[in-house]
């Protein structure tokens, strides 16, 4: 019986076990992993996972060969994107590679008064207090980036608040209004630009977005049915045309847009 069919005839039974899997995946992370070095030697597992990579690959069903190597690709990936994270002791080394903050800290004026949607952990909106000499408040709904962002970043030009959109938008005016890996996480993207182009009435608005092309697995994963964006939280991913089309409808004309990285960087105004 499949899944669908399980939820339709017997939805007791797909709660349980979905309940089930939540608790044994919640009480999996909790198990401590250093002391699994001693037992787990690299040199003899590095050699093992080899070997079992090996091993996907050889299925006679060379779709779902591809299939099991990237879903292992992505396991990889986003543990690495953990260890990243750790590495810069709490803050992703993506900010610190990449650059992607001087896009924005170039873009922003001293003085300014900056809206930072979608704020994070506050690694950006701290930049453009610090190196723009902008006041900066941000909004998230994560209690838990709140407060890393709070006792990570203090200053008298910097506020944190717990919020979402749209609702979450404050009132009053702002010059800026910063929307970093934000929109591809929203259903209506229109109504929330719209929504905040009302109520802040910025001059400019700067976003960051990922771009749907950013790698030959990315087509290759649709092709053999797996979900194609990065985050399965994702709404959508961009290429430079639906972005600017998107902004568009939303009432705004894009002046400036790069993508680097496999990222749209871009800046736009209200029309």
Same mark, same amino acid.
């Given at each position: 019986m499949g899944t669908t069919a399980r939820r339709l005839c017997c939805p007791g039974v797909e709660v349980r076990r979905g309940w089930t899997r939540r608790a044994a995946s919640a009480a999996a992370r909790r198990i401590p992993r250093r002391p699994f070095r001693f037992l787990m030697p690299v040199r003899v597992w590095r050699g093992l996972f080899r070997f079992w990579l090996s091993v996907l690959a050889a299925h006679p069903d060379k779709r779902r060969a591809v299939r099991e190597l990237l879903t292992s690709y992505d396991d990889v990936y986003r543990r690495l994107d953990q260890a990243a994270i750790?590495?810069?002791?709490?803050v992703h080394v993506k900010h610190r590679l990449t650059r992607y903050h001087d896009f924005f800290v170039e873009r922003v004026r001293p003085g300014e008064r900056v809206l930072d949607l979608g704020s994070g952990k506050g690694e950006l909106a701290h930049d453009l207090v610090v190196r723009s000499g902008a006041s900066v408040v941000g909004i998230d709904n994560d209690p #838990?980036? /709140?407060?890393?962002a709070r006792s990570r970043f203090r200053d008298d030009r910097l506020e944190f608040r717990e919020g979402d959109l749209p609702k979450g938008?404050?009132?009053?005016?702002f010059d800026v209004?910063?929307?970093s890996n934000v929109l591809e996480h929203i259903d209506d993207r229109t109504e929330l630009l719209r929504a905040v182009v009302a109520s802040a009435a910025? #001059?400019? /608005?700067l976003f960051r977005v990922p771009v749907y092309a950013r790698d030959w697995t990315v087509p290759l994963k649709e092709e053999v049915g797996l979900p194609p964006y990065w985050d399965p939280d994702h709404e959508i991913e961009y290429d430079p045309r639906t972005f600017e089309s998107e902004l568009s409808e939303a009432g705004l004309e894009v002046s400036e847009l790069v993508v680097n990285w496999g990222e749209i960087w871009a800046v736009a105004a209200p029309r």
């Amino acid at each position: 019986m499949g899944t669908t069919a399980r939820r339709l005839c017997c939805p007791g039974v797909e709660v349980r076990r979905g309940w089930t899997r939540r608790a044994a995946s919640a009480a999996a992370r909790r198990i401590p992993r250093r002391p699994f070095r001693f037992l787990m030697p690299v040199r003899v597992w590095r050699g093992l996972f080899r070997f079992w990579l090996s091993v996907l690959a050889a299925h006679p069903d060379k779709r779902r060969a591809v299939r099991e190597l990237l879903t292992s690709y992505d396991d990889v990936y986003r543990r690495l994107d953990q260890a990243a994270i750790a590495y810069d002791g709490g803050v992703h080394v993506k900010h610190r590679l990449t650059r992607y903050h001087d896009f924005f800290v170039e873009r922003v004026r001293p003085g300014e008064r900056v809206l930072d949607l979608g704020s994070g952990k506050g690694e950006l909106a701290h930049d453009l207090v610090v190196r723009s000499g902008a006041s900066v408040v941000g909004i998230d709904n994560d209690p #838990s980036h /709140l407060s890393f962002a709070r006792s990570r970043f203090r200053d008298d030009r910097l506020e944190f608040r717990e919020g979402d959109l749209p609702k979450g938008i404050p009132e009053g005016h702002f010059d800026v209004v910063v929307m970093s890996n934000v929109l591809e996480h929203i259903d209506d993207r229109t109504e929330l630009l719209r929504a905040v182009v009302a109520s802040a009435a910025p #001059s400019r /608005l700067l976003f960051r977005v990922p771009v749907y092309a950013r790698d030959w697995t990315v087509p290759l994963k649709e092709e053999v049915g797996l979900p194609p964006y990065w985050d399965p939280d994702h709404e959508i991913e961009y290429d430079p045309r639906t972005f600017e089309s998107e902004l568009s409808e939303a009432g705004l004309e894009v002046s400036e847009l790069v993508v680097n990285w496999g990222e749209i960087w871009a800046v736009a105004a209200p029309r």
